[in-house]
């Protein structure tokens, strides 16, 4: 199983970045998927989360109305659109993926410590 994440760089206060996070060696539609980030110095900390159905979404209250998760099953693909950066949203950012089968399609969860399977990360730089 691998999740392989992409799109961070550097960009300035109030700009945009995508972040996507693709993943093979398992069955895609089984899992709800996760980002979370952890900026120098801190605890990691969950940011979106997304069910098996796409019908459950949830996000921190810090990334509220600016950032959005989605998922596309045809490319085995997470997104995180992320839009009005903040100096703050610097981190490293990693995807994840969390067994649901048996929980329900519509099943979601912001505790890093259920989800199964880690992304390698990318870096998200905001300047200010």
């Known amino acids: 199983v691998q999740l392989q994440a992409s799109g961070g760089g550097l960009v300035q206060a109030g700009g945009s970045l995508r972040l996507s996070c693709t993943a093979s060696?398992?069955?895609?539609?089984?899992?709800?998927l996760g980002w979370f980030r952890q900026a120098p110095g801190k605890e990691r900390e969950f940011v979106a989360a997304i069910s098996r159905s796409a019908r459950g979404v949830v996000y921190a209250d810090s990334v509220k109305g600016r950032f959005a998760i989605s998922r596309d099953a045809a490319k085995n693909t997470v997104y995180l659109q992320m839009s009005s950066l903040k100096p703050e949203d610097t981190a490293v950012y990693y995807c994840?993926?969390?067994?649901?089968?048996?929980?329900?399609?519509?099943?979601?969860?912001?505790?890093?410590?259920?989800?199964?399977?880690w992304g390698q990360g990318t870096l998200v730089t905001v300047s200010s």
């Open positions: 994840a993926a969390d067994f649901t089968y048996n929980r329900g399609s519509n099943y979601y969860s912001g505790n890093w410590d259920e989800y199964d399977y």
């Open positions: 060696g398992y069955n895609f539609r089984s899992y709800a």
